[in-house]
C-alpha cells in the first residue's frame, strides 16, 4: 500500500502524445484533420441552414437530421481543433480539468447521437408501419420531447464516465498516447485495480447499445460505421504504449462520422437537393441581374 502511495501522481496536466514521429507525418497529420474538419462543418451547416429556411423541410424527419447535424459540429469540434493547436504550437498538454471536460464533453455527444438516432428509426419505423397514425405520433411537441430526452440521456452518459474515469488515482507517467483524452488510453494509466469502476461502466453501456443497435440495424446499415470502431477501442486491449491502429480507429470513429453522416443521412435526400438548388438558382438570379 505505500509503495502504491508513493507511486501516485497528482496529474495537472497530461500530454497528448497521438501524432506520428516525423517532420513530414507531423505537418500532414494536421492538415487532414484540418481539411476533414472543415469539410465537416460545412456539411453540417448546410443542413442546419436548409432545413431551417426552407419551409419544405420542416417535417420531423429534417427536426432530427437539424440536431444530428448540431451534435456532430460540437462531436468533432471537441477533439479536433485542440489537437490541431497542440500540433502547431508543439504544445501537447492539455490541463486536468481540460482532461475532463474534453471526456465528458466527448462522450456526452456520442451518447446524444447514438439516442437521437435511435429516435430516427422510431420516426421511420412509425412512418412506414403506421402511417395514417404518423401525425398524431409524431406530432411537433413529441419530436421535441425525444430530442431533450436525447441530450439529457447523453449528458448523462457523460457524466457517468467522466465521474468512473477520474475517480481512479492514476500512477506513472502523464503521457497519453492520443490526439484527445480518451477513456481506454486514460485508464491505462490508472493504478493497479482502480480501474474495474469503469470498466463495468463500459461493459454495461456497450451491451445495452449493442441491444439498440439490434433494433436499429434494418433501418440504418450506416450505424454500422459509428458504432464498430468505438466497439473496438473501448473493448480491444489497452497499451501503454503508441500503437498506430488504435490511433487510426481513434481518428476513424471522431473525425468521420460529422463529415459522413450528412452524405449519408441528408444530402443525398431528394427534399435536400431541391432546397439547395432553390437557393443555389435564387443566389445566382440575384447576381445575374448586377
Known amino acids: 500500500m505505500t509503495e502504491t502511495m508513493t507511486n501516485m501522481t497528482n496529474y495537472m496536466e497530461f500530454l497528448l502524445m497521438g501524432f506520428p514521429e516525423g517532420q513530414v507525418l507531423q505537418t500532414l497529420c494536421p492538415t487532414l484533420f484540418s481539411l476533414i474538419y472543415m469539410a465537416a462543418l460545412m456539411g453540417n451547416l448546410l443542413i442546419i441552414i436548409l432545413t431551417t429556411i426552407d419551409q419544405h423541410l420542416q417535417s420531423p424527419l429534417y427536426f432530427f437530421l437539424k440536431n444530428l447535424s448540431l451534435i456532430d459540429i460540437c462531436y468533432i469540434s471537441v477533439t479536433v481543433p485542440k489537437s ?25 455527444l456520442t451518447g446524444t447521437e447514438f439516442s437521437l438516432l435511435l429516435v430516427m428509426s422510431y420516426d421511420r419505423y412509425a412512418a412506414i408501419c403506421l402511417p395514417l397514425h404518423y401525425e398524431t405520433i409524431m406530432n411537433r411537441a413529441a419530436c421535441v420531447q425525444m430530442v431533450v430526452a436525447a441530450w439529457l440521456s447523453g449528458c448523462f452518459y457523460g457524466s457517468l464516465h467522466a465521474a468512473g474515469t477520474f ?73 501503454n504504449s503508441a500503437s498506430s491502429l488504435n490511433l487510426l480507429m481513434s481518428v476513424f470513429y471522431s473525425l468521420l462520422p460529422p463529415c459522413l453522416n450528412p452524405v449519408i443521412y441528408s444530402l443525398r435526400n431528394r427534399d435536400m437537393k431541391v432546397a439547395l438548388c432553390s437557393i443555389l438558382g435564387d443566389k445566382m438570379t440575384q447576381i445575374s441581374k448586377y
Open 167 to 239: 475517480s481512479v488515482h492514476f500512477c506513472g507517467p502523464n503521457i497519453i498516447h492520443q490526439f484527445f483524452c480518451d477513456i481506454p488510453s486514460l485508464l491505462t494509466l490508472a493504478c493497479s485495480g482502480e480501474n474495474i469502476l469503469e470498466y463495468v461502466f463500459i461493459i454495461t453501456s456497450c451491451c445495452f447499445l449493442f441491444l439498440c443497435f439490434i433494433l436499429m440495424v434494418i433501418s440504418y446499415v450506416h450505424i454500422a460505421l459509428f458504432l464498430s470502431s468505438g466497439y473496438f477501442a473501448y473493448l480491444g486491449p489497452t497499451s
Open 84 to 108: 490541431i493547436t497542440n500540433s502547431v504550437t508543439k504544445i501537447h498538454s492539455i490541463s486536468f480539468l481540460g482532461c475532463i471536460v474534453q471526456v465528458f464533453c466527448f462522450v456526452f
